[in-house]
């Protein structure tokens, strides 16, 4: 019976699933890379198809975009960024209603001005909303959502590439991983910034290469990204100093580097609060969750090591409690291995 119950519960799911996948509104092309001389007029066009049940009610307009720190999209009213292309560009139609399995066209042009250097660029946004039979008594909520297309414009000899790591800085250990910062100091957008990060030991042996998926930086941006080494937990490094040399290839002359001295010392642990016992190491995975030394793990070694986590005995070790493998031992870190006791016990 109760195999029987979790079957259909997949099958559900699996429904579930196939009937969100087949409802879309679909966009052919999200992203115009364009390259138009100084002084140039050019049409373009993209195609709204509605791959949904019901009719949509479709708005079209305009915006600033940029990324954040960690990628992600931000926009803005139109003319908030010094690189806006926003006010170039003229679209037609600007709202339209689209049924079920129709297909439009969008047309926008692109105006450059004749002065401009480097890439400029907006977004024209697609809203995208049910539409509306007739008004409905009381109150109606409208699911409205937003779809964005990229303009960019590089006039072709113009602009300037040119990229810099800004900040590279190891956290964690277990497995090794650092945060790294590549800022766009030109005033070109950057489509991709590829590399790899290698930790190097003394005599100049490669003892790991990290590798990480490719980014866009837009021109005067920077990009934070975490990476994270693919060695198994427990893996360690022995202690010693290292140097972490990270590259990366932004389309420039040459490549930009960083790099960051990396000192892993021997762990000296020695019995923590009223322990009789140095900590110990129960799974052999370089992390000691057994605090209190009496050989299993339970909430009272989160307990001591909440008590203890401002002592010698735990910051000078610190790599031994660094249970969320941020690169510090701290109150974050008891939670984590309370969760893990708790998991344990269950
Ligand atoms: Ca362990
Ligand atoms: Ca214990
Ligand atoms: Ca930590």
């Known amino acids: 019976m109760r195999a029987l119950a979790r ?7 699996g429904l579930a699933l196939c009937f969100v996948d087949t409802r879309a509104l679909l966009i052919s092309n999200i992203e115009f890379d364009l ?10 066009a993209f195609q709204l198809i509605n791959n949904e049940a019901d009719p949509l009610e479709i708005q079209i307009g305009l915006a600033d975009w940029d990324r954040d720190l960690h990628g992600e999209n931000r926009f803005y ?6 690189r806006s292309a926003a006010g170039w560009l003229s679209i037609s139609p600007l709202r339209f209603d689209l049924a079920r399995n129709e297909q439009k066209e969008v047309k926008f042009s692109l105006r450059v001005p004749r002065d401009i250097e480097g890439t400029y660029w907006a977004a024209i946004l697609v809203e995208a909303a049910p539409k509306q039979a007739q008004a409905q008594p009381g109150t109606t909520v409208i699911v409205r959502r937003r779809f964005a297309v990229k303009v960019f414009e590089t006039p072709p000899g113009t602009g300037r590439r040119d990229g810099r790591i800004t900040m590279l800085d190891v956290r964690g250990l277990n497995p090794p991983n650092l945060w790294m910062e590549f800022e766009n100091r030109g005033t070109i957008h950057i489509q991709k910034v590829s590399g790899r990060v290698e930790i190097r030991d003394e005599k100049g042996s490669t003892v790991d290469k990290i590798e990480f998926d490719s980014f866009p930086t ?6 934070r990204l975490k990476v994270t080494s693919a060695r198994k937990k427990g893996d360690l490094l022995p202690p010693g100093r290292y140097v972490v040399i990270a590259m990366l290839d932004y389309g420039g002359e040459s490549l930009t580097g960083g790099q960051y001295i990396l000192r892993i010392n021997p762990l000296k642990l020695v019995p923590i609060g009223e322990a009789k016992a140095p900590p110990q190491d129960l799974d052999k995975d370089g992390l000691y969750e057994d605090i209190n030394a009496d050989e299993r ?3 009272e070694d989160a307990a001591l090591l909440g008590f203890n986590i401002d002592k010698p005995a735990v910051q000078e070790s610190a790599r031994a409690f660094d249970f969320d493998n941020d690169g510090d031992a701290d109150f974050d870190d008891v939670l984590t291995l309370k969760k893990m006791a708790e998991e344990q016990s269950r």
């Open 35 to 44: 390259v138009l001389p100084r002084g140039a007029t050019e049409s373009f």
């Open 218 to 223: 837009l021109p005067g941006a920077k990009r």
């Open 7 to 13: 079957l259909s519960g997949f099958l559900i799911l």
């Open 77 to 82: 009213q139109v003319g908030t960024l010094p």
């Open 297 to 299: 793990l339970s909430v």
